[in-house]
């Protein structure tokens, strides 16, 4: 695909943008297998793609040049803003707002963030759209003064952008590498619904969730479908974020608890489980915490979605012992960690894995793997699985 920014050198963040899409996916098929040769041929399945543009759901746009002529894309090294709105991977809705949001900041006369100088006030504008062409629109700025005049045009946000079901203001004082700060003000609406086949995901400000719809929805159901295929009666979702696997994974006479540090992204679990007539459980705490502290009622089946970092030893090594544990499902977008955190669990074998391509036209990528344990040590006082949900503590 053609891209002016890119050909001129404006933005060079999707850095295979020049290469075929089958081409981009056979290099990121080739290494995964490189990174995981422990897995069989025959276990991988066949890729998902994920589309050629406007697949992006999220925009984090950079606020530069100056008052009244903003810029929305990104900031070059010098700092200066670089006007994107043209930008191909943006979802249509946002590409659509992305003009009604430059105006309506040049309205409030607030001056864009100078990083070199470090003053200013107006930072980024995070942009989340659902299937629906719903908006979440999330101002970050530095001080009460922004807040009071994106506050005082809430009315003027709402009507250049009619989509916008959720607006915030994200209060980021610091002058720190950072997309945005620990306070978030809640101007209209509450969570923007995120509409998934059988589920519908509420997502809150700060919450997770990934950046291309279609390939989270094909992600969802691989990994429902590998759960039923494995049939456990108690399963945990550890980094559960708005309960998206532990949501697609809910079943009659099937115990599923979700556990996620984020109180606000632990209650939109609850609010989409409520809604869709799910019965799962989620805990607000940190995941390797959460299991030394359950140890006892570890589930036949463990869903694992960590961040780039992934699992870390700690909880890998956990995993490795616990016999309870029959079956793990690990979702990564870094396969290296992948790779390092599957090391330290040799007793399971990797039945099946899958790439996703979730951001295309880079070298970034998602990959799902299948793992089961082989037959349980002799004599392990916790390699029975719980025969009920009673029995594992619920």
Known sequence: MRCGYFVSGACRSCTLIE?????????????????LPTVPE???????????????????????????AVTLGILARDGTGVDLRACLIQGGAIHAAIPA?????????L?????????????????????????????VVRTQEGLGRIRARLGAVRAAIPAAVVVTVNLLPEHRAVLEGDEEIVLHGASLPMPLGPVTLHLQPRSFFQTNTVVAQALYAQVADWV???????????YCGVGGFALHCAAPGRAVTGVELSTSAIEAAERSAADAGLHAD????????????HESEAPELVIVNPPRRGIGGELADWLQRNRRVRSVVYS??????????????PDFAVRSARLFDMFPHTGHLEVAVLLERGAPAPHDPTSAAPESATDAGR
């Not at 949001?101 to 006369?109: H, I, K, S, Y």
Request: proline share 7%; charged share 25%; glycine share 8%.
């Open 19 to 35: 290469t075929p899409i089958t081409d981009q996916l056979a290099g990121k098929q080739a290494r995964c297998r490189s990174l």
């Open 42 to 68: 025959s276990a991988w399945v066949a890729p998902v793609p994920g589309g050629v543009r406007a697949f992006r759901n999220r925009a984090k746009l950079a606020v530069g040049g100056r008052a009244g």
């Open 101 to 109: 949001l430059a105006e309506v900041l040049n309205a409030t006369g």
């Open 111 to 139: 001056a864009p963030y100078d990083v070199p100088a470090r003053r200013g006030e107006l930072k980024y504008v995070h942009v989340t759209e659902a299937p629906n062409g719903d908006l979440m629109l999330r101002f």
């Open 228 to 238: 039923d295929a494995m049939g456990p009666q108690t399963l945990w979702d550890l």
């Open 282 to 293: 989620f805990i607000a705490s940190d995941a390797t915490a959460y299991a030394h502290d």
């Open 332 to 345: 990564s977008c870094n396969p290296e960690s992948l790779a390092r955190d599957l090391e330290r669990m």
